[in-house]
């Protein structure tokens, strides 16, 4: 009578070194993937305060908004708007280096003129590649706004007919 019972292979100790091994090389690649981004700090969009009794909610005078300033990003052109003095608005064709380098340039000044004003909302258009985003976001922190947010423009909606 011949046995036919086979020796067992316990596979308990080689899924604990593969487990290991998987662990540890997602935590060394995660920790080089992640110092190699470049993070932004977004924020909700800033509140305007339009009446007396708001100014006295809040706690610190810094916190007080007196200009509100956006950059709207096409993908030919860069609108940059405030609404200190009246308004203001220029436009920056392309969106090439120099026109980034005019964005950053124009927005250094205002940071410097308005000092209290660390806030700035980016509205980019729908068809605008992330890429494009994210080079603006690059130049405004260089220009020293630390209170950046994204805002979204009213999407058009298509007109259909019967």
Do not use: W
């Not at 998987?22 to 995660?30: D, E, G, P």
């Not at 920056?92 to 120099?98: E, F, G, N, Q, Y």
């Amino acid at each position: 009578m011949r046995s036919h019972e086979g020796g067992h292979l316990n596979l308990v100790p080689l899924v604990d070194i593969l487990t290991s091994i998987v662990f540890f090389s997602l935590l060394t690649y995660a920790g080089t993937a992640l110092a190699a981004l470049t993070s932004f700090d977004l924020v909700l969009p800033p509140v305007v305060v339009t009446s007396p009794d708001e100014v006295k909610q809040l706690k610190k005078e810094e916190d007080v908004l007196n200009l509100l300033l956006a950059v709207r990003v096409t993908n030919d052109h860069l609108e940059v708007e405030h609404s200190a003095e009246g308004g203001f608005r220029t436009r920056i064709d392309s969106l090439s280096t120099r026109s980034l380098d005019s964005l950053q340039a124009l927005m250094t000044e205002i940071r410097a003129r308005y000092p209290q004003n660390r806030d700035v909302i980016v509205i980019p258009a729908d068809e605008v590649s992330y890429d494009d985003i994210v080079r603006v976001l690059e130049r405004l922190k260089k220009s020293r706004f630390s209170g950046i947010s994204l805002g979204t423009k009213a999407r058009a909606t298509p007109v259909t007919t019967p």
